[in-house]
């Protein structure tokens, strides 16, 4: 079973730029998180999909992020105009059905986003 | 203040040693946790979790839960080379899937 990927790997662009990137997840998990890491500090969630609906955006930083599921498969989290403290990791997760908040989330290895 | 607190290391202990890795929390709301294990350049894989209070042991790990000091740990017995890795603790409180991650302990075992 192919796991949580995630494209780009690595992406290294100029302030005021635009990025998007995009989360596969598992198939069949109806579940998709994006989550961020920025340098030096943890983790920190971003946002909840059950299937193409928002069920938890209360992360999100600010209205220049713009997260999709068209379809309820892929996602895409748009930067847009990007600023140097959006520079970090950004993790996808997916999870199928979840009956306790323990079932686990497959984190997808992380897209490193680096703002000039 | 930060709702999860926890000893960045690096911790570096020789191959055998028994690990102890240790996180603090202030919101009283949370009722699962969770220990996930990051291997460079890969995501957090989940390792270990617990519900409440209480103690859990799989193989060479073993976790507890002290809900009444807001404390949790994560125990490696005889720790191998392989266990070098960042160690999350997460958690979460029944009505939401959002977890809240400490900021990861950096753990080296050499032989």
């Known amino acids: 079973e192919a796991g949580v990927t995630q494209f780009p790997s690595h992406s290294v662009i100029e302030k005021g730029q635009t990025v998007t990137l995009r989360c596969d997840p598992i198939s069949g998990h109806d579940n998709l998180y994006w989550y961020r890491r920025v340098m030096g500090k943890e983790i920190k969630f971003l946002l909840h999909f059950v299937k193409e609906s928002k069920q938890d955006e209360s992360g999100m930083p600010n209205n220049r992020f713009l997260a999709e599921r068209t379809g309820g498969t892929y996602s895409t989290l748009k930067v847009q105009p990007a600023e140097l403290e959006d520079s970090g990791v950004y993790f996808c997760?997916?999870?199928?059905?979840?009956?306790?908040?323990?079932?686990?989330?497959?984190f997808g290895p992380g897209t490193r986003l680096t703002v000039l | 203040q930060k709702e999860v607190e926890q000893d960045p290391g690096p911790l570096s202990v020789p191959e055998g040693a028994i690990v102890s890795l240790n996180c603090t929390y202030s919101n009283s709301a949370f009722q699962y946790f969770m220990w996930y294990r990051q291997y460079s350049r890969k995501g957090p894989e989940l390792l270990m979790y617990t519900y409440s209070s209480g103690n859990k042991e799989d193989g060479r790990f073993t976790a507890q839960v002290d809900k009444s000091s807001k404390y949790i740990s994560l125990f490696i017995r005889d720790s191998q080379p392989s266990d070098s890795a960042t160690y999350l603790c997460a958690m979460t409180s029944y009505n939401t899937d959002k977890l809240i991650f400490g900021t990861g302990t950096r753990l080296q075992v050499f032989p």
């Open positions: 997760a997916s999870s199928p059905d979840r009956v306790l908040p323990t079932d686990t989330q497959y």
